[in-house]
């Protein structure tokens, strides 16, 4: 079920979690899976994204820029949406609190590469370092007030507005997403 945040856009509740809880939560209309880079803490396996596959899926990329080559942490992405195929044209996130942020060079460089191969981006930060990256396809911001709210910035396409939130199956972080953007995911698995 979608809720409509006043004055703004329609929206869907989603989830994100290191580990993807066992069971998986209900009442989510999508989730992000990690799956992977060099700063990611835990890449989900198999067994967990089988957990999600009912689900859109937003796949996350976890780099350490300033560390990390920018073409081979897209290459690295890249691989990882083959394996796993995911469809050109859909959306990845970019996790940009893991190393020398705010590095638009850096994300230039990755996101590029990938966009050139068909996928769409979308960059992840908080408040304080989300708006000094280029928006690319649109903003994923942090903003953990624990209320269910998009932070009102243009290109803001999702907020995570609540952190380590304890469901049967783990602690889960919530988001909210525009559902044009939901609609645009990796798809349910039939």
């Known amino acids: 079920m979608s809720t409509w945040t006043p004055g703004y856009v329609e929206v869907e509740h989603g989830f994100d979690a290191e580990f993807c809880p066992d069971p998986v939560?209900?009442?989510?209309q999508w989730c992000m899976v990690y799956?992977?880079?060099?700063?990611?803490?835990?890449?989900?396996?198999?067994?967990?994204?089988?957990r999600v596959a009912h689900l859109p899926r937003?796949?996350?990329?976890?780099?350490?820029?300033g560390t990390d080559n920018p073409v081979t942490a897209a290459a690295e992405l890249m691989a990882w949406l083959r394996g796993?195929?995911?469809?050109?044209?859909?959306h990845v996130m970019w996790d940009m609190e893991t190393g020398q942020e705010p590095d638009p060079q850096w994300l230039g460089k990755a996101a590029d590469a990938v966009r050139k191969a068909g996928w769409l981006n979308l960059i992840y930060g908080s408040v304080s370092s989300i708006f000094?990256?280029?928006?690319?396809?649109?903003?994923?911001?942090?903003?953990?007030?624990?209320?269910?709210?998009?932070?009102?910035?243009?290109?803001?396409?999702?907020?995570?507005?609540?952190?380590n939130v304890t469901e049967p199956g783990g602690q889960i972080d919530q988001d909210l997403m525009a559902v044009d953007l939901v609609r645009q995911l990796w798809k349910p698995t039939p």
């Open 58 to 65: 937003l796949p996350v990329w976890v780099p350490t820029p």
């Open 132 to 163: 000094g990256q280029p928006r690319r396809d649109g903003y994923v911001v942090a903003n953990p007030t624990g209320q269910p709210h998009m932070y009102a910035a243009a290109n803001v396409r999702a907020t995570q507005y609540s952190f």
């Open 35 to 50: 799956a992977g880079g060099s700063s990611a803490a835990h890449p989900w396996d198999s067994a967990e994204l089988a």
């Open 84 to 90: 796993h195929k995911v469809p050109a044209g859909t």
């Open 25 to 28: 939560p209900s009442g989510y």
